[in-house]
């Protein structure tokens, strides 16, 4: 059971609910020096502990979602899929209400 949070309708038990990404905000990650500590293999296949740093970088996260009905799940999607793929941030993710 769920309510849809897009056309606020409450459905039964066992129907499929999905999570729809309605925004993202961009994120930085900072550099790690010696974050990963690890053992593998060197040049000459020896296995060894060996430590890297983590580059950090750019990307986008999660910044709002909502559970909706796969009516409104799918008329977001192709709302959302007429605008150019590269500004278009709608993920659909399907959830089986118990
Ligand atoms: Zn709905």
Do not use: W
């Not at 900072?30 to 983590?54: L, M, N, S, T």
């Not at 709002?64 to 659909?92: D, F, G, Y």
């Amino acid at each position: 059971m769920f309510t849809c949070q897009i056309c606020r309708k409450v459905f039964p038990p066992r129907t499929p609910s999905f999570k729809v990404v309605t925004e993202t905000r961009p994120v930085h990650y900072p550099f790690r020096f010696q974050a990963h500590h690890f053992r593998a293999p060197d040049k000459r296949g020896v296995i060894k502990d060996q430590i890297k740093d983590d580059k950090g970088g750019f990307s986008r996260e999660i910044s709002r979602e909502v559970t909706a009905c796969r009516a409104c799940a799918e008329a977001l999607r192709a709302s959302r899929l007429s605008v150019p793929a590269k500004t278009s941030n709608v993920l659909v993710k399907a959830k089986t209400a118990g």
